[in-house]
């Protein structure tokens, strides 16, 4: 699977193209930090376990500036690239969650029609700069219970968690009984 950063410029339902050109920048910041040069590969573990390609164009030293803050930079570009991972499972993004609702954003079947809750599901995001696989694990544990601050929607919950030193992602969905 080919994950192409770039994409994400052209925008989606719940992203526009403004927003998606900065998720990209941030996570190609936080690539190139680490040290990875575009094409890379990232292993994806979890509920889906895939070979990714990872793409994006090298950061300019003011994409570099903008991103400065660590914390922000990982966080935006983890949604980046979770974005592009849920669009390999014909979902994507529709719309962005309040706060305090325990997940990040709205998914709808990719191409589909957007209604109130009907086909949805919520999705929760974390980013790292570094960590071990078990790092990995009990981040998406943590992310996963934090998902259920809104389990009275009873749709189902993916956890996604980027770690963008090796680069590997985490991927797990959860449904409600």
């Known amino acids: 699977m080919v994950l ?14 403004v927003f998606g050109q900065s998720l990209a920048e941030a996570a190609a910041v936080c690539l190139d930090e680490r040290g990875h040069r575009s094409p890379t590969a990232m ?7 895939a070979a990714a390609r990872l ?4 950061p300019t030293d003011q994409q570099r ?3 400065n ?3 922000e930079a990982t966080e935006h570009g983890a949604y980046g690239v979770a974005s592009l991972l849920v669009e390999q499972c014909g979902l ?5 969650s309040k706060k305090k609702t325990g ?14 809750f009907q086909g949805l599901s919520r999705l929760e995001v974390s980013g790292m700069r570094d960590g071990t696989d078990a790092a990995l694990q009990s981040r998406t544990k943590s992310k996963t219970r934090q998902t259920e601050a809104s389990d009275n929607t009873r749709l189902p919950a993916i956890v ?17 009984a």
């Not at 998914?107 to 109130?116: A, D, P, Q, R, Y």
């Open 92 to 96: 994507e993004v529709v719309e962005r």
């Open 65 to 67: 500036r903008c991103w």
């Open 103 to 116: 997940f990040d954003f709205w998914l709808g079947t990719k191409g589909g029609e957007v209604h109130l």
């Open 43 to 49: 292993a994806v573990s979890g509920d889906r376990k």
């Open 55 to 58: 793409e994006w164009s090298q």
């Open 69 to 71: 803050d660590d914390e």
């Open 4 to 17: 192409e950063l770039a994409s994400l410029a052209s925008g989606r339902v719940g992203l526009s193209p």
């Open 160 to 176: 996604v968690v980027v770690e963008f030193g090796s680069p590997k992602a985490r991927m797990v969905k959860r449904c409600q």
